[in-house]
């Protein structure tokens, strides 16, 4: 079992009205130390638990202008005029505005635009002027991005033609002649507007997923403190299981002990318990989890600063030991990560890794996880890698490069099988090889001859 719960956070006790202040009145972070401010960010928990880990916070303004140094490299490498977003999380990458994320997500009406010449343009919500203030990134603030059903209704054409006219008059302004626009994805009428002023709109997914794909060692702190934090809240969620609890009550532990450090949302709620482990991908509910229930999840949080931290772990619940079939299958999980991140290295071929990655014992194939590996920053990102006998349908090649950021996961359950074992870790491609970024022990009860 977990012999210290608090070795990946902090048990002291936090004097929640004293303030870290690394600079006058700057945090650690390069922020302004100010309670009453608009920007989100960590809180003094937060703060305090990373410094007993040694952990260095990001520097924030040095952070924000190495991202929009990255997409205006990809922009000028395809030479493209302008890269069109309406993606919450490239919005994010591209000016570390946030703003509603998750509602935004399925009702676009937030926008930027960045031009090759590096103006950035953003449009927000109606009543968000002020969200952005801070940025200095952002060179001119407007509204109207909403050409969506539920916003504009009759008159979504009309609302998606005027939008295209600032578009368009903004890419005339900024760079001429260059009437290439990419764009990370658009609805349909804004899409039909845009090509209808003679602009020639290119896939932008690609080419915000390559700008992504490489975080320098500023862009690693944040990460590293994302994940320091979701650990902590892990912690957390470990020490407070117990038989007589629900799957729902356990989930809420971690959540909290996410929030309470300046994280912010959830991409999924996949936590199950005893025979709702397997099948996988099951979301946690009413279930009370019993004594000698196997518990397994996958994080997916939204930590500190936006960044992703995807760790999965498998428990015991209660005071039962993990029985022998259980064990086999948890090292069998347990070494497939292990063995498949020792191939990751720079220079690695996406193909290699695919053709090489270990193998699955063919009664857990049936049910195999979707990817080997997959690719992480502010969400899940490029590249994903499935298994071999996955590459025919869905392989594409590439090469690892250092900075990139990969998690390492596996799914063990048969078809009919008892139970299911969940392991994950997330790390970052060096010139030497791999580092592996997570600090969460694995259970001992089940590593244990």
Known sequence: MLVDPFVVGSARKIDPYRRRIANGDLLPDGTPNDGDRVEIGPTDLAFEEWAALDLTPPDMPR?????????????????????LMFDPLNIRYATDTTNMQLWIAHN????????ADGAVTLWDFHGGDHLSAHLPLVTDLRHGASFFYFESGSRTEEHA?????????????????????????????GLRALEARGISVHPGQELTEHARRIKDDNELNAMRCAIASCEAAMAEMRVAVRPGMTEVEAWAILQHGNHIRGGEWIETRILASGPRTNPWFQECGPRIMRDGDILAFD???????GYCADLSRTWKIGETPPTAYEKDIYKAAHDHIRENMALL??????????????????????QRYGVMFHGVGLCDEYPSLRYPEDYDACGYDGVLEPGMCLCV????????GPCGIKLEDQGVITEQGFDNLTRFPFE??????
Do not use: H, W
């Open 63 to 83: 952070l924000r202008a190495y991202r929009l140094s990255r997409l205006l490299g990809e922009l000028q490498r395809r030479d493209i005029g302008g890269l």
């Open 108 to 115: 676009p009406c937030r926008a930027a635009l960045v031009t």
């Open 161 to 189: 033609a005027r939008f295209a006219g600032e578009v368009d008059g903004i890419l005339r302004n900024r760079v001429g002649s260059n009437r290439r626009l990419a764009v990370d994805k658009i609805e349909i009428a």
């Open 299 to 305: 994080t997916d949080l939204i930590g500190p600063y």
């Open 345 to 366: 290295a720079p220079g690695r071929s996406f193909r290699e890794l695919m053709e090489k990655g270990q193998r699955l014992p063919e009664k857990f194939r049936a």
């Open 409 to 416: 996961e596996v799914y063990l359950g048969e078809l009919g």
């Open 444 to 449: 001992s009860t089940f590593l244990d001859a």
